[in-house]
């Protein structure tokens, strides 16, 4: 089965770090971009930027860049999303989502959840 | 970076109606990449139409899309009762891949 599989839900205080997963599998990781997208409570979607399993070349969206950190290792066939400091305003629901070059995304994980609070 | 305005912000209708809902970009949206994403309380969004006019595998013909440039629609020919929910306009031709802020489709 073609799917994304997203680690589980997280809690943590402000300051802490963290970093969430993304696994894929049932297709060649390498053929397709990771995007992360974030959804506030009760909020639209935002496009956090996205990463290239074949070299590691990632896209920020300058409203991310700076805040946290795309990385993936595709041994494992994962992409991951970290954060060096939460804070409250990182509390959100974050997906994953593949892309094929020229392609919109087409298969999406479940969502990881993700609680800042002290 | 492309700006998507969605309108409007909330279409009330009764099933069997049809619902036609409007994208505008900020910007010239290159190669009409553009995609329309469903997403239900609670679910995951799921992908519509892409490249302003093609449908997503399994996605039924009552779902269309149209328009070119900056001026984009999606139509719900006859509205169903597991069609209710808000949907978003996506580009994915320019970095950053911005999103439209919804329109949510509910029950009149």
């Known amino acids: 089965e073609v799917q994304l599989v997203q680690s589980g839900v997280e809690v943590k205080k402000p300051g802490e770090s963290l970093k969430i997963s993304c696994k894929g599998s049932?297709?060649?990781?390498?053929?397709?971009?990771i995007n992360w997208v974030r959804q506030m409570p009760d909020k639209g979607l935002e496009w956090m930027g996205r990463?290239?399993?074949?070299?590691?070349?990632?896209n920020y969206s300058p409203s991310f860049r700076g805040h946290v950190t795309i990385s993936v290792d595709k041994s494992i066939t994962t992409a991951y999303l970290q954060w060096s400091s939460l804070t409250a305003s990182d509390t959100a629901l974050y997906y994953c989502?593949?892309?094929?070059?020229?392609?919109?995304?087409?298969?999406w994980g479940q969502g990881t959840t993700v609680t800042v609070s002290s | 970076e492309i700006v998507l305005t969605q309108s409007p912000g909330t279409l009330s209708l009764s099933p069997g109606e049809r619902a036609t809902l409007s994208c505008r970009a900020s910007?010239?949206?290159?190669?009409?990449?553009l995609a329309w994403y469903q997403q239900k309380l609670g679910q995951t969004p799921r992908l519509l139409i892409y490249?302003?006019?093609s449908r997503a595998a399994g996605i039924p013909d009552r779902f269309s899309g149209s328009g070119s440039v900056t001026d984009f629609t999606l139509t719900i020919s006859r509205l169903e009762p597991e069609d209710f929910a808000v949907y978003y306009c996506?580009?994915?031709?320019?970095?950053?891949?911005?999103f439209g802020p919804g329109t949510k489709v509910d029950i009149k």
């Open positions: 990463i290239d399993p074949s070299d590691s070349y990632i």
């Open positions: 910007l010239s949206v290159g190669n009409n990449y």
């Open positions: 490249g302003a006019s």
């Open positions: 989502a593949r892309q094929a070059t020229g392609h919109t995304f087409d298969l």
């Open positions: 049932g297709y060649t990781f390498t053929n397709y971009w």
């Open positions: 996506q580009q994915y031709a320019f970095s950053p891949f911005t």
